[in-house]
T-cell receptor, first 108, second 113 residues
């Protein structure tokens, strides 16, 4: 089967660092994705990992361990505009299979 | 920056009616997708489309659904006889030769009464 687990909600303060974890189960791994979704808007692509390790892109980094079925998204220097849902997804064929998302609230 | 566009932004329809949701993918993209998101729930894959035919479809994409690329720019999703449970945000997405980044449109909110 295919399953993705991530925390439902997280809170953090401006300027802080937050790590959003994701565990997944899939019969065939084709990459792990992170998307950001503001309320009422479309998901926007943040990162993609297919090999183990850390991918850094500005304030956002994503880590993957294929043997553990585990990924995390690291957000540094948090800003108020980072308040959104963060969606972990893996690719099955051409489809993206999404988790339920983690709603991050950033306060001042 | 090129983007996926969708029309209408909001569609209200009566149960049993047919609806057509429209999308214009990014112009040089080759793969097109439809996803839906019921309010408060996760984004769910419906169908992918390549070279004028369906590549994959999910269990949600039953006989009531169809997709079409009627010309060189539009990509449509038709629901033949809408049900209350079809109420959701429908997102179109497209990607190039690499499936690694799917660009999503702003969505059409479908409300079935």
């Amino acid at each position: 089967g295919q399953n993705i687990d991530q925390p439902t909600e997280m809170t953090a303060t401006e300027g802080a660092i937050v790590q959003i974890n994701c565990t997944y189960q899939t019969s065939g791994f084709n990459g792990l994705f992170w998307y950001q979704q503001h309320a009422g808007e479309a998901p926007t692509f943040l990162s993609y990992n297919v090999l183990d390790g850390l991918e850094e892109k500005g304030r956002f980094s994503s880590f993957l361990s294929r043997s553990k079925g585990y990924s995390y998204l690291l957000l540094k220097e948090l800003q108020m505009k980072d308040s959104a849902s963060y969606l972990c997804a893996h690719r099955a064929g051409t489809a993206l299979i999404f988790g339920k998302g983690t709603t991050l609230s950033v306060s001042s | 920056e090129p983007e996926v566009t969708q029309t209408p932004s909001h569609q209200v329809t009566q149960m049993g009616q047919e609806v057509i949701l429209r999308c214009v993918p990014i112009s040089n993209h080759l793969y097109f997708y439809w996803y839906r998101q019921i309010l408060g729930q996760k984004v769910e894959f419906l169908v992918s489309f390549y070279n004028n035919e369906i590549s994959e479809k999910s269990e949600i994409f039953d006989d009531q659904f169809s997709v079409e690329r009627p010309d060189g720019s539009n990509f449509t999703l038709k629901i033949r006889s809408t049900k209350l449970e079809d109420s959701a945000m429908y997102f179109c997405a497209s990607s190039g030769l690499s499936w690694n980044e799917q660009f999503f449109g702003p969505g059409t909110r479908l409300t079935v009464l």
